[in-house]
């Protein structure tokens, strides 16, 4: 066993402590981090990719159609309009598919908004690709402007053929506060 | 050294302010958690006045949070860890043969940063905005996004405690490892020791991380973080998790001392030597090591993959397993044993009966489809107060009955320490029996209203808390009654059953044990 002093307790305390340090950082260093990669890998919590979808050539499986449908809804406080154009989608898995969010500043003043996305079921998410996405960025709206925010995605055909219908809500945050500091892109 | 001997206690207030003894610092300690779990049990009578009828009577809904809040808190790091560390203190080194702790200025400090401390976390009761009141668990963004500016307080408090939590394991297993007499392998150890040995290699790896989790909410509050912050790109079930990952070895922490407790105390009054002890050696290191795998069974219903909720869901029921262990050796130590019923050993056939109760809803609450019908429901309430309660607060009271005569020479008074317990068994069984029902029936934790079909069972409830929180009176009233005035003891065993090194010292123990390590013989072993 390994002596860090001749005195025994002395021995014992550095180790203990080291310990605890570790500990300390283990929350930081490797707990964090782990959590994000393990969401990010296995659509924990209907955590979507936070970069695009770079589309790999694929045949359209025109004998299956998947119902897409959208949610939108503000976080607490959050004083724009925000809603989906289309509220759903019948889709092709292995189509490249095209809808929009709108998106409305009803305040005199500049805003900055992000979106987060989650999917449901989240065994979905995995199959579902986005190829450009509004939350993939911080959306700032000079006061009483509104915008249309795009979205273009694939669902893969590999898709379990037990899930029918995907869910992609979007929740809506007033980030004006944090707006400049770079924000992990959802 | 030579020439100046202490055998006594230093006069004065600065004894016990500057005292490095492991008596007096296990005293302080026994004293400052009782205090707390007065303090902590008048939040709790304040909980049960309010639902003792249906409708806001007393108080309002933000200030019945900050109590469910505090109450926990003052519960668990205020009452039931520094009581035990208290009797860490005092029997450990009495029960290896040491002379003292190995860091007695050490030990010190980890009981004298508490008082402020816990001075601190009481007073933001009185601040701008309330106390915290996201809970016990003060899950983000309750505890971050929505809290009040006390928060902070709260932070540093929860880092202090855990600085205390983290120095007192370091001694208790500096003083284990290094200062046992000769003769007193590891496989001879009293199981108290054995079980604090465990606890405290648990303290030292996660204490850390709940400073992780709170420092985490202080740069979230304060510094512009989003560790649980969905805008920021962070996640408020991250928290959960970090949280959870001290959280559940933490009731372990607080339950693993009172099986040793209770595995002293049952064949003392048996007349038996423990059934099994090896057996309960590796039980409780299987339950130490278990508790770090399962802490996902708090977050069944937070969206978790059906592979983890069944991950979760047979790890925790393995752990049922070293745990019947546990109950069946104590259950066969007193099997044809010559059984007498003194009050420490009425309070631990209590723990047995009521901790298997506690431990079955447990396994209830383990299923995962089960659980998201349980889940924040007074059946949750039900299950952890038969553990916390009757398990470590009724150990830790036949902790003190046990060995209060030997540290001051006095015997309590016999029939005032059973009446105490018939009140307490009745008490906490009324209070905390019908929440079974009504939680099954859907009442959710941590409301100050609720609905009329639930009217009767709670106020048989708050019935049973007023009669439960009376009888720590009579328990507090029989300990000074003994302390000043009880009638002097002045066999070293106390006890025909009692065995260990620390009956072999006269009584009442002198300031000074074991200034020369004892010889160990056979007869010591596994006691």
Known sequence: MLRLSANPTIDTVIKLVTVAVAMFAFVFVVMVPLYNVLCDALGINGKTAGQAYTAVPAAVDESRTVTIQFLASNNEGMPWQFAPTRTMMKVHPGAVNDTVFFARNPQPNAMVAQAIPSISPSRAVQYFHKTECFCFRQQPLAGESSAELPLQFIVDQDLPRDIGTITLSYTLFDITALAGVPVAAR | MGEHHHHGPAKGLTRWLFTTNHKDIGTMYLWFSFAMFILGGFFAMIIRAELFQPGLQLVEPEFFNQMTTLHGLIMVFGAIMPSFVGLAN????????????????????????????????????????????????????????????????????????????IMGSINIIATVMNMRAPGMTYMKMPLFVWTWLIT???????????????????????????????????????????????????????????????????????????????????????IAFLSFIVWAHHMYTVGMPVAGELFFMYATMLIAVPTGVKVFNWVS???????????????????????????????????????????????????????????????????????LPKWCGRMYNESMGKTHFWISFIGFNLAFFPQHFVGLAGMPRRIPDYALQFADFNMMSSIGAFIYGASQILFLYNVIATIVAGDPVSDKKVWDGAEGLEWTIPTPAPYHTFETPPKIDAAHAHS
């Open chain 2, 333 to 403: 130590t007193m099997w044809r044993g010559s059984l007498t019923f003194e009050t420490p050993m009425l309070f631990c056939i209590g723990f047995l009966i009521l901790f298997t109760i506690g431990g079955f809803t447990g396994l209830m609450l383990s299923i995962a489809p089960s659980d998201f019908q349980y889940h924040d429901s007074y059946f949750v309430v039900a299950h952890f107060h038969y553990v916390m309660v009757a398990g470590a607060v009724f150990s830790m009271t036949a902790a003190i009955y046990f060995w």
């Open chain 2, 200 to 286: 405290a290699f648990l303290l030292v790896a996660v204490m850390p991380v709940l400073a992780g989790a709170v420092t985490m909410m202080l740069m979230d509050v304060h510094f512009g973080t989003s560790f649980f912050s969905a805008a920021g790109g962070g996640d408020p079930v991250l928290f959960q998790h970090v949280f959870w990952f001290f959280g559940h070895p933490e009731v372990y922490i607080i339950i693993l001392p009172a099986f040793g407790v209770v595995s002293q105390i049952i064949p003392a009054f048996s007349r038996k030597p423990l059934f099994g002890y090896d057996s309960m050696v590796y039980a409780t290191a299987s």
């Open chain 2, 90 to 165: 005092w029997l450990i080194p009495m029960m290896i043969g040491a002379p003292d702790m190995a860091l007695p200025r050490m030990n010190n400090w980890s009981f004298w940063i508490l008082p402020p401390t816990f001075l601190l976390l009481a007073s933001t009761l009185f601040m701008e905005g309330g106390a915290p009141q996201a809970g016990w668990t003060f899950y983000a963004p309750l505890s971050t996004t929505y809290a009040g500016p006390s928060v902070t307080f709260f932070i540093f408090s929860v880092h202090v405690l855990g600085l205390s939590s």
